[in-house]
């Protein structure tokens, strides 16, 4: 169980789940969105609480829409690398990259997907969850569950900033406190346009779909256990440009 909920919340900013067609036409730039470069801190938790692994996080924002997360991850060869997700909203395509195997999976995505992406900056101001401050802004409390796996969320929306979650708390059981947990605080944020870097993907990485990056894992890193479970090839696949 434990497995399996770090397998989820890792992987929520990791995993590219759908089927995109590129389309003629063009999103427009979100409203009154505000840049931001957030570090975060997630820690783990494990049945009877005790505290599993922390680790760390950077995620941000540009006034464009475009997006991005990065987390930094130890591997079996002893090294951390800094595995990233760059949303790029201007050419409406997904980057996911690994520099443990020195990869790049791109998907395409679709207008509608960056036009909700650009609604979820706003839609927490019309919340009528309790409010709370946090670093100084306020926030909106918001409760999912998740019926296919049991995942249930507990979040802290900003309303004034992008509804950004401040803090998060994942569950693995929805309703056993005592199942493992993640729990996830913005340490601090910066205002302003991120570093341009974090939005310029490798230029000597090679382009692998999400059952390439795997065998090319377990090629360097033979007989290890996976950190890390790719998308579906037919995802990836069928994201593809259409000639």
């Not at 409406?92 to 679709?110: G, L, M, Q």
């Not at 205002?191 to 990056?213: A, C, H, K, W």
């Amino acid at each position: 169980m434990l497995r399996r909920l770090l397998i989820f919340v890792g992987l929520s900013a990791l995993v590219v789940a759908g089927v995109f067609v590129r389309r003629t036409v063009t999103a427009q730039s979100p409203a009154n969105a505000t840049p931001f470069t957030a570090f975060l801190l997630e820690t783990r938790f494990g049945k009877s609480g005790d505290k599993r692994a922390e680790v760390n996080s950077i995620q941000a924002l540009r006034s464009d829409g475009s997006s991005v997360t990065l987390i930094e991850r130890s591997f079996p060869d002893g090294k951390r690398y800094q595995q990233r997700v760059i949303t790029d909203t201007a050419n409406r395509r997904r980057i996911v990259i690994d520099p443990a195997t020195e990869s790049v999976t791109t998907y395409s995505i679709s207008l509608n997907s960056i036009q909700r992406s650009y609604y979820k900056l706003t839609d927490c101001r019309n919340m009528a969850g309790e409010t709370k401050d946090i670093l100084g802004y306020k926030t909106v409390h918001e409760s999912t569950r998740s019926s296919k796996s049991g995942v249930s969320h507990e979040r802290w929306l900003a309303v004034n900033l992008n509804c950004i979650p401040l803090r998060q708390i994942s569950y693995s059981n929805a309703g056993d406190a005592s199942a493992p947990h993640n729990e996830i605080s913005v340490v601090s944020i910066n205002i302003g346009e991120p570093d341009p870097t974090l939005f310029e993907p490798p230029s000597n990485f090679t382009e692998r779909s999400p059952s390439q990056v795997l065998e090319e894992y377990t090629r360097r890193f033979k007989g290890a256990p996976l950190i890390h479970l790719p998308a579906s090839d037919d995802a990836y696949l069928n994201s593809q440009p259409k000639e």
